[in-house]
């Protein structure tokens, strides 16, 4: 989900692979402790006292698909013409992303900046799976989301984050986190999670977000979930969560039938977990090559 960002860079939209996508532009690793970001609203407003999510798990599903629509406003900057909600609950007032995108095409796609796809998706249903795999993982990376009829339109309604710059901008501007070692750890989560779900869109930075506490969010999963199993800059995943890998063999075909059948087709399902095992095998070949130690991290 772009939120007021620039638009995808080349040869990341495909919903197959894009040529020149083997490598992955990671996130910046840290290497001593520094300044946090300050709390500035990624969209140019005033700074908010308060940063991250205002309400998470089951207080925040409720909050969205309950609250009242209050303000829109659209986002112009971005691909997939997402609005800003503000919505409230006659308590509380909070702001969130919503996505009315549902483009399928078939054959070869031209997309914008370069680069082509094969069999194009571009699903705001997407953005729900992509919230559900993160709560039976348990990842706490992509914010509450929440599928929400609107104006008579179905669509993906996120809880905005708030206070954030976006990863692209936290290295342009050299910002340090406190705990390197903390740090490069989430970062290697969220390798996992887009190669697990296969996000065709992952080496754009503008779609990890950092809070002040340097908590990161993963968001814009609209181009993720291709039935193929190939792993997207493989070379990259050298690293991995001994809970994300335990917690990924848990899952099976009735899991998530149940949990992102309403989102997911059944080669999308299948493709998930064909991935997944590839991600196995691989944690288990760098274990090999270089030991547990070097490896694995909680």
């Known amino acids: 989900m772009v939120r007021a960002m620039a638009s995808r860079?080349?040869?990341?939209?495909?919903?197959?692979?894009?040529?020149?996508?083997?490598?992955?532009?990671?996130?910046?690793?840290?290497?001593?402790?520094?300044?946090?970001?300050?709390?500035?609203?990624?969209?140019?407003?005033?700074?908010?006292?308060?940063?991250?999510?205002?309400?998470?798990?089951?207080?925040a599903e409720a909050f969205l698909k309950t609250a009242k629509v209050v303000k829109k406003k659209a986002l112009s900057i971005g691909v997939t013409h997402s609005e800003q909600l503000t919505l409230s609950d006659g308590s509380r007032t909070l702001r969130a992303v919503r996505k009315t995108i549902d483009e399928r095409k078939h054959g070869v796609t031209s997309l914008e900046g370069g680069g082509f796809a094969v069999d194009f998706?571009?699903?705001?249903?997407?953005?729900?799976?992509?919230?559900?795999?993160?709560?039976?993982?348990?990842?706490?990376?992509?914010?509450?989301?929440?599928?929400?009829?609107?104006?008579?339109?179905?669509?993906?309604?996120?809880m905005w984050v708030e206070g954030t710059m976006d990863e692209a901008d936290r290295a342009k501007k050299k910002l340090r986190p406190p705990d390197?070692?903390?740090?490069?750890?989430?970062?290697?989560?969220?390798?996992?999670?887009?190669?697990?779900?296969?996000?065709?869109?992952?080496?754009?930075?503008?779609?990890?977000?950092?809070?002040?506490?340097?908590?990161?969010?993963?968001?814009?999963?609209?181009?993720?979930?291709?039935?193929?199993?190939?792993?997207?800059?493989?070379k990259g995943l050298q690293r991995f969560s001994?809970?994300?890998?335990?917690?990924?063999?848990?899952?099976?075909?009735?899991?998530?039938d149940q949990a992102l059948g309403p989102w997911l087709s059944g080669p999308e399902i299948q493709g998930l977990l064909r991935r997944r095992d590839r991600i196995l095998a691989l944690a288990e070949t760098r274990v090999r090559e270089k030991g547990e130690a070097a490896v694995l991290y909680p």
Not at 190 to 206: E, G, I, Q
Request: net charge negative; aromatic share 8%; glycine share 6%.
């Open 180 to 234: 390197p070692q903390r740090w490069n750890d989430a970062v290697y989560t969220v390798r996992l999670l887009h190669a697990l779900t296969l996000n065709t869109d992952s080496r754009n930075l503008h779609n990890e977000l950092v809070d002040p506490a340097f908590q990161i969010y993963a968001i814009d999963f609209t181009r993720a979930f291709r039935p193929q199993d190939f792993l997207l800059a493989e």
């Open 9 to 59: 860079p080349a040869l990341v939209g495909s919903c197959l692979l894009v040529l020149g996508l083997a490598g992955q532009a990671a996130p910046q690793t840290a290497d001593h402790p520094g300044q946090a970001p300050p709390a500035e609203d990624r969209t140019g407003q005033a700074p908010h006292e308060a940063y991250g999510l205002p309400l998470r798990g089951a207080e």
């Open 242 to 256: 001994r809970s994300f890998l335990e917690r990924m063999k848990a899952l099976d075909r009735p899991t998530l």
């Open 121 to 158: 998706v571009d699903s705001w249903k997407y953005e729900v799976a992509a919230y559900e795999l993160d709560k039976l993982l348990g990842l706490d990376l992509v914010p509450p989301t929440v599928e929400r009829r609107l104006e008579g339109t179905n669509g993906s309604l996120q």
